[in-house]
T-cell receptor, first 112, second 115 residues
Framework: GDSVTQMEGPVTLSEEAFLTINCTYT??????LFWYVQYPGEGLQLLLKATKADDKGSNKGFEATYRKETTSFHLEKGSVQVSDSAVYFC???????????FGKGTKLSVIP | GAGVSQSPSNKVTEKGKDVELRCDPI?????LYWYRQRLGQGLEFLIY????????KSGLPSDRFSAERTGESVSTLTIQRTQQEDSAVYLC?????????????FGPGTRLTVT
C-alpha cells in the first residue's frame, strides 16, 4: 500500500543553519504531496504542497520539490529560526483518493 | 472564518467506559476525516465521510470504534469499552471536493487517556 518514509528525528540545529528533512513516498498513482507542521501545543497545519511532478511548494521560507524520478519531497529552509521548532510531517494523498498517508514526523528544535 | 473544532480537548476515562468525540468541520466542507495519533507516531487514518456516508471505514481498528455524521456537518467518533491502547490524540480534518489537491484542514484534536 501507500507509504511515506521520512527522516527520523529529533533534529537539533542552531539558529540560521540550513535545514533538510528527507521524505520519500511509494510511487503508486499520481499523488499530491504535503508537508504539515505541528507547533508545540497546536494543531496540525498545512505548510506547503505540490500536486504534480516538478512542482515546488513554498511557504514561510520553506521549500519542497516534487521529484518523481526519486520519489522524494524533501523539505528545505535556508536559515532556520527558533520559531521553526516544531514537528514536521510529510504526507501523500492516495492514488486518486482522499486519504492522506503520513510519515512518522520529524521533531525539529532550533537553539539560539 | 472558523476552522475545524473538536470537543472535548481532553478526555480521561476508565477502561471499559464508552466515549464520544465530536468534530465540527469547516462550513461547506463536504469531506470529513478522522485520524489517530499515538505518542511518537504518525497519523493513522480511521474513517472518511463524503457527505453523511462513509465510503471507507477500513481504518477503524476494531468493532468497538464507530462514527457517524449528520446534516453534512458534525461528526461523532464513538469508542465503546475503551482499552488502554486507545489512548491517543484523535484528530479530525475536513476538506472541500473541488480540485484534486485533497488539502485537509485539521482540528486541534482530542487527547484521550484511558486509565
Amino acid at each position: 500500500g501507500d507509504s511515506v518514509t521520512q527522516m527520523e528525528g529529533p533534529v537539533t540545529l542552531s539558529e540560521e543553519a540550513f535545514l533538510t528533512i528527507n521524505c520519500t513516498y511509494t510511487a503508486t498513482g499520481y499523488p499530491s504531496l504535503f508537508w504539515y507542521v505541528q507547533y508545540p501545543g497546536e494543531g496540525l497545519q498545512l505548510l506547503l504542497k505540490a500536486t504534480k511532478a516538478d512542482d515546488k511548494g513554498s511557504n514561510k521560507g520553506f521549500e519542497a520539490t516534487y521529484r518523481k524520478e526519486t520519489t522524494s519531497f524533501h523539505l528545505e529552509k535556508g536559515s532556520v529560526q527558533v520559531s521553526d521548532s516544531a514537528v514536521y510531517f510529510c504526507a501523500r494523498s492516495g492514488a486518486g483518493s482522499y486519504q492522506l498517508t503520513f510519515g512518522k514526523g520529524t521533531k525539529l528544535s532550533v537553539i539560539p | 472564518g472558523a476552522g475545524v473544532s473538536q470537543s472535548p480537548s481532553n478526555k480521561v476515562t476508565e477502561k471499559g467506559k464508552d466515549v464520544e468525540l465530536r468534530c465540527d468541520p469547516i462550513s461547506g466542507h463536504t469531506a470529513l476525516y478522522w485520524y489517530r495519533q499515538r505518542l511518537g507516531q504518525g497519523l493513522e487514518f480511521l474513517i472518511y465521510f463524503q457527505g453523511n456516508s462513509a465510503p471507507d471505514k477500513s481504518g477503524l481498528p476494531s468493532d468497538r470504534f464507530s462514527a457517524e455524521r449528520t446534516g453534512e456537518s458534525v461528526s461523532t467518533l464513538t469508542i465503546q469499552r475503551t482499552q488502554q491502547e486507545d489512548s491517543a490524540v484523535y484528530l479530525c480534518a475536513s476538506s472541500g471536493t473541488s480540485g484534486t489537491s485533497y488539502e485537509q484542514y485539521f482540528g486541534p484534536g482530542t487527547r484521550l487517556t484511558v486509565t
